[in-house]
């Protein structure tokens, strides 16, 4: 007969989380950040708005919770890293280096993303935001908003990005150039943010999770105040939350709703493996776990309701009528959404502009922890 036989014996890990606290709001500065920041509202613009939170919502419930929890539950047992983690089960070593090597490659993918905020940051320290007014060099692709019907025309957030920040060219005829040295900066500084966050493990990261765990949501709700104030933003809601109910059937919004939610949570990456090995081996981590993936996705609802609020104030202004066809979707949707609601605002539009800027950055910068813990979980031999 076969049996599995777990040592009792158990030492105290070199490191644990300082309490509770630490835990859960690390794992939310995790879980919510660019994945509901910046790529919900465009992977909801790209496939219908309405259409897509349904099946989100049910992904989320059938799918992320469970993997959540089930990941949670094997990092705190074990009490090891991702790639140690599955001694438990040797055949699937290779899920867990996948995991790390999946992991790898989305950090520098996301710190594309940081460099790009920024990028914003430094602009938004000048006297006047740079994407609030229309420049020369635009010519007649700009409108202000001080015509109603500026049909075909760019707001100047979205040409402030484009050929501002991306310097994006019609195409590559001539090659693809040098890189910016400006961007090239802020990805330095964006590696370096990173490293000093992971500096002394979990020592630094989890002191830093009590700001970056509560300081997107600051920066969230004053967009959405403003977002929603604004004329024909109750159109762009709408078009958010009204299904087009024969899309449904349409097997690519169920494959984008899938993807999201699993880079929302960040679950089968890793981190939150190595998360829980830092864990209490008795913590009870259900309540933990409701209320992480409950804020993850309240969070991208709230960033979705801003995004496309602003989507139907510049369908307003322009005077289109197709909400879906006001700007150009894809990923720099957020970096276009985001700077023309602050843009709007009255009063020291510089300081919301920079709240904004480095609130993703910031977000990411805590999910990135690779370590191993070192909790051993005793022998597992098959006799």
């Not at 090891?80 to 992991?103: M, N, Y």
């Not at 943010?193 to 989890?206: A, F």
């Not at 996705?297 to 307003?316: E, V, Y």
């Amino acid at each position: 007969m076969t049996k599995l036989e777990i040592s009792t014996k158990s030492e105290k890990p070199a490191e644990q989380w300082g309490n509770g606290l630490e835990f859960l709001f690390s794992c939310i500065s995790l879980s919510v950040g660019l994945g509901n920041i910046w790529r919900f509202p465009y992977i909801a613009f790209q496939n219908g708005g309405g259409t897509f939170v349904i099946p989100y919502l049910i992904a989320l419930l059938v799918i992320g919770r469970p993997v959540y929890y089930l990941e949670i539950s094997l990092g705190q047992f074990t009490g090891r890293g991702v790639v140690k983690a599955f001694d438990i089960a040797p055949l699937l070593k290779g899920v867990a280096v996948g995991q790390v090597l999946a992991t790898a490659a989305s950090i520098t993918y996301y710190s594309s993303i940081m460099a790009l905020t920024l990028r914003f940051l430094v602009a938004s320290f000048g006297s006047e935001l740079p994407w609030s007014r229309c420049w020369e060099s635009w010519g007649s692709d700009c409108h202000d908003g001080s015509a109603l019907n500026s049909s075909g025309k760019m707001s100047p957030a979205q040409l402030y990005f484009e050929r501002e920040i991306l310097h994006e060219v019609p195409n590559i005829d001539n090659g693809v150039g040098l890189p910016n040295w400006q961007l090239v900066a802020c990805l330095a500084v964006a590696w370096l943010i990173i490293g000093g966050v992971l500096i002394r493990g979990i020592k630094s990261s989890g002191k830093a999770a009590y700001f970056l765990g509560v300081f997107p949501y600051v920066v969230l709700l004053i967009l959405l105040l403003r977002a929603v104030t604004l004329p024909g933003a109750i159109d762009g809601i709408i078009y958010f939350f009204k299904p087009q109910w024969s899309e449904l059937l349409n097997p690519l919004v169920w494959y984008a709703a899938v993807t999201q939610v699993f880079f929302s949570l960040a679950i089968c990456f890793g981190t939150l493996i190595t998360y829980a090995s830092y864990n209490n081996f008795n913590r009870n981590v259900y309540n933990d776990i409701v209320i992480i993936t409950t804020m993850d996705s309240c969070s991208s609802i709230i960033a979705g309701c801003i995004t496309f609020g602003i989507l139907g104030n510049l369908a307003r202004e322009t005077g289109v009528t197709d909400i879906g066809s006001v700007v150009k979707g894809g990923a720099g949707l957020a970096f276009i959404s985001y700077p023309e609601a602050i843009a709007k605002f009255e009063y020291v539009p510089q300081a919301l502009a920079a709240l904004w800027a480095w609130a993703p950055a910031s977000c990411a910068s805590s999910g990135i922890n690779l370590g191993h813990a070192r909790r051993p979980f005793g022998s597992w031999p098959l006799v």
